[in-house]
Structures are given as C-alpha cells and as structure tokens.
C-alpha cells in the first residue's frame, strides 16, 4: 500500500476506524476474536493507521484494539480520544466533558484498556461548549509532556477552533466526517442539511457528538498548518458502496434512526451512488475504492478511515489507495448532488 506522512512518521494511505467492532452498525455480528484478526491482517496490509475512542461501547472498543496490538504495538500509530462520556450504554446516552481533570483521568483509563504506555494521536472528540478550549486542549499539552501522549488532534472543529489549539500546542490532526455526501469540512455550505447537528443517535445523544456547524474550510487548514486531515465516514456510513438501497436496517442499528437513511431521503441520495458506480465501472473498481479515493484526492495530508469488521471490505478499501482518479472522474463526482437529510 502507498504511504501518506503523518507527523514525520510513514503510515498507510488508507487507516481502519475500529468503532463498529463495538457498537453502532448491526451489532449482531459483533465478533471479539474476528476483529482481533482483522486488525492484525490489517496490519500486514500496510493499514497501519488505527482509530478508537472510549465511547465505542464504552470501553470495549480500546480494550479490542489494545488486545489485537498485543506483540504488535509498534507497528501501529494509535489514536484515540477524550472528551465525550457515555452516560448509558443502554440508551447510548453521550455527553461532552472537557475538563481538564476527565481529560487526564480519561487518558490514564485508555492508556490501561489499550495496554500501551503511550497513544500517538490524542483527539478531543468533540468541544465541550461549558469549558474554554484552552483550559482542555492545555491539560491535553501536558499529557504530551509527560510522555503519555506523543501528538494531539481535535475532532469535529471549525477552522477558528483548530487555530485557537494550534496556538497553544501544535494540531497534528483534524478528523471530521468528509465524503461525497459530507462535504462540509472542505468548506462548502449547504452540503449539510438545515438543523443539522441537533440530532441524536439512536434517539438518545441530544447534540453531544454534532459537529462545529459551518466550520469553514478545515481540509485547507489543515494543508497550511502540517496537520493531517483524517476524514472518518468517507463511506458515508456504507451508503456510499452501494449495498445499501433501503431503510432496512436491524435494531440499534445508528442509521435506523438517520435522517439521510430515512426511505424518502434515501431513494434520492442514491443519485449520488449512480455517479460513484459510474466511475467504479470505467476503472474497473468498486464504489467503495472510488468513494475512498476521492477523499484521498483532496490532498496528501488526507488519511481516510474507513472502518469495517469484515476482512472482505478491509481489503476492498486498501485497495483504494492505490486507485487514481482522472481529472474528468473528480469532476464528476465533486458535481455530485447534495445529500438529503442531516447527519444526525
């Protein structure tokens, strides 16, 4: 697999998002053991990238990723982050809590569940609007002088937010949801839908994992200040692969509950799958390795992770990394319409 550069240190142009291992997306096929073998032939992959947080089923997630790294931790740079709580892992009740002192707890709790002395990439998950940035993103710095931490990143900003960190400590990365029907981070209003960011997931988080609303052009930010940009969906939630073609979806499923995957909502988003097939079809791809290979096209800082727990779709979206995209293919696909529905 080609590599990307993130902070000085080579990693696979395409990284994993581990989230749906725990919790989310049809939760019935969770598999502990499987996921522990998709993550380590991720890795003899080249997919080197890796992508948790302490939400992803409240813990369970960290600690499936620190086993799969067992004997392996160094082949791997980890991220995970701080700064939102599950209340109730029943409900999946979430809330936001930037203070300094969960901050330094919480890293000390991540650190135990993924079995590491130190985590590479440690995002603020999302901004707590009741503590200032710098007092968070302050107690963040002095995790990365103690050594627990080795680069910070925030999730989910706007570019004056980004600035106000990287003024105090250096950002070596932004991750925010970016693909072809999430376009918001590249600075093009109206790709989100009116309301957005007052959602819920599965009718239980009032707000807690929105975004920043009208960040401006993050994607760009990022390129003028050494961050990588690390867009998390860039399937759009697997809509984008087109294997999903109606609002049928299991219990607890995330999407059962997402304006854009509604049945009205989602009948017109398939517009937007027609195209991707479209230029899958003239290079003998899939949907899935274009819709990935766009977000990759949006610059070399660009590090997408799409998740998976199916070692089938982990090989299909590696394989994007080493599809390039024409000049006529992206114009094609950057006129895509907007999606319909919100995020959230």
């Known amino acids: 697999m080609r590599n990307r550069d993130f902070a000085g240190t080579p990693v696979g142009a395409v990284g ?22 998709l993550i380590r032939e991720a890795l003899d992959m080249g997919v080197t990238f890796l992508d948790t947080a302490q939400p992803y089923g409240d813990g369970h997630n960290e600690t499936l990723v620190g086993r799969a790294l ?3 931790r160094d082949e791997a740079v980890l991220a995970t982050k ?3 709580v599950v209340e109730s892992l029943a409900t999946r009740k979430i809330v936001r809590n930037g203070r300094p002192e969960h901050v330094k707890a919480s890293a000390e709790d991540s650190l135990r569940r993924l079995d590491t002395d130190v985590i590479d990439l440690y995002y603020l998950h ?4 009741d503590v200032p940035l710098a007092d968070t993103w302050g107690a963040m710095a002095e995790l990365v002088a103690e050594g627990k931490v080795r680069r910070l990143g925030l999730s989910e900003v706007s570019v004056a937010q980004a600035a106000e960190a990287h003024a105090i400590h250096p ?12 376009r918001d981070a590249l600075g093009q209003p109206g790709t989100q839908a009116a309301g957005d960011g007052v959602g819920a997931v599965s009718g239980a988080v009032s707000g807690a994992v929105s975004g920043a609303g009208d960040a401006g052009d993050v994607v760009g930010w990022c390129a003028a200040n050494g961050a990588a940009f690390v867009p998390f969906s860039p399937l759009g939630r697997g809509f984008l692969t087109g294997t999903v073609t109606a609002a049928d979806f299991e219990d ?5 509950a997402n304006p854009r995957f509604q049945e009205e909502a989602l009948k017109a988003n398939l517009r937007i799958v027609d195209v991707v097939k479209a230029v899958a079809e003239r290079h003998g791809a899939t949907p899935a390795q274009v819709a990935i290979a766009w977000t990759l096209a949006q610059g070399e800082h660009v590090i997408p992770i799409p998740g998976t727990k199916k070692q089938r779709y982990l090989r ?5 990394a080493d599809l390039d995209l024409t000049e006529t293919d992206l114009a094609e ?9 919100g995020r959230y």
């Open 70 to 72: 067992a004997g392996r």
């Open 126 to 129: 999302r901004v707590d609007p």
């Open 82 to 84: 701080t700064g939102l």
């Open 171 to 182: 950002v070596a990365a932004v991750q925010s949801e970016l693909s072809l029907w999430t």
């Open 316 to 320: 299909d979206n590696a394989g994007a």
């Open 252 to 256: 607890g499923d995330f999407r059962g």
């Open 16 to 37: 994993l998002g581990c989230m749906g291992m725990s919790w989310a997306y049809t939760e019935s096929e969770r598999d502990d053991d499987a996921s522990v073998a």
């Open 333 to 341: 696909l950057d006129a895509v319409p907007a999606a319909v529905g």
